[in-house]
């Protein structure tokens, strides 16, 4: 199976930042990487598939980046609504597998 | 408007069964693969099973195999998955989620609203 790692676990962060978290895979998977936003209570949200595309209706603020094992997803300037937990996940192979998660929390 | 509403969780038994269903509208059924995805209180997504949109081609994970079955009514514009033998470590709000394509392809741009199930004595 291929393991997920994302860093950090969790972010202290303010409105208006800017914020990269890190999603690294056990072996490469190309661009089939996809990550998703889960606010509590809610079921998770598609925002950037095949690494770097941004779903649609996603805010451009969005962005993701990366290829082969080490991949980013960056969000340019952190709104209230941001304030959520992070996932990353392959779909290279099956079983498709996620990161463990990164809570992003307000300063 | 793309929709899933799931339905069918509930308190099991370790070793009982239940049935998950999960109802969509707003988009040709047949035209899309499906997923089952689970999140353990507290925990992280774990990828359950897939079908295709014709429903000829499925997977499911290690941890389910065997015990789990996933199918579709195209009729009713429904998916299933039926858990037999459940364990505790089974307890999980059950998500199921669309695909983009009608090739299974793991990349989820939809999810139902989930329904719990717990797996308790």
């Known amino acids: 199976d291929i393991q997920m790692t994302q860093s950090p676990s969790s972010l202290s962060a303010s409105v208006g930042d800017r914020v990269t978290i890190t999603c690294r895979a056990s072996?490469?998977?190309?661009?089939?990487l996809n990550w998703y936003q889960q606010k509590p209570g809610k079921a998770p949200n598609l925002l950037i598939y095949a690494a770097s595309s941004l779903q649609s209706g996603v805010p451009s603020r969005f962005s993701g980046s990366g290829s082969g094992t080490d991949f980013t997803l960056t969000i340019s300037s952190l709104q209230p609504e941001d304030f959520a937990t992070y996932y990353c996940q392959q779909n290279y192979s099956t079983p498709y597998t996620f990161g463990q998660g990164t809570k992003l929390e307000i300063k | 408007e793309v929709q899933l509403l799931e339905s069918g969780g509930g308190l099991v038994q370790p070793g009982g069964s239940l049935r998950l269903s999960c109802v969509a509208s707003?988009?040709?059924?047949?035209?899309?693969?499906k997923s089952w995805v689970r999140q353990a209180p507290g925990k992280g997504l774990e990828w359950v099973s897939s079908i295709s949109g014709t429903g000829g081609s499925t997977y499911y994970a290690d941890s389910v195999k065997g015990r789990f079955t996933i199918s579709r009514d195209n009729s009713k514009n429904t998916l299933y998955l039926q858990m037999n033998s459940l364990r505790a470590e089974d307890t999980a709000v059950y998500y199921c989620?669309?695909?983009?394509?009608?090739?299974?392809?793991?990349?989820?741009?939809?999810w139902g609203q989930g329904t719990l199930v717990t797996v308790s004595s």
């Open positions: 707003g988009f040709t059924f047949t035209n899309y693969a």
């Open positions: 989620a669309k695909e983009p394509y009608k090739g299974v392809y793991g990349e989820f741009d939809c």
């Open positions: 072996q490469s998977i190309s661009s089939y």
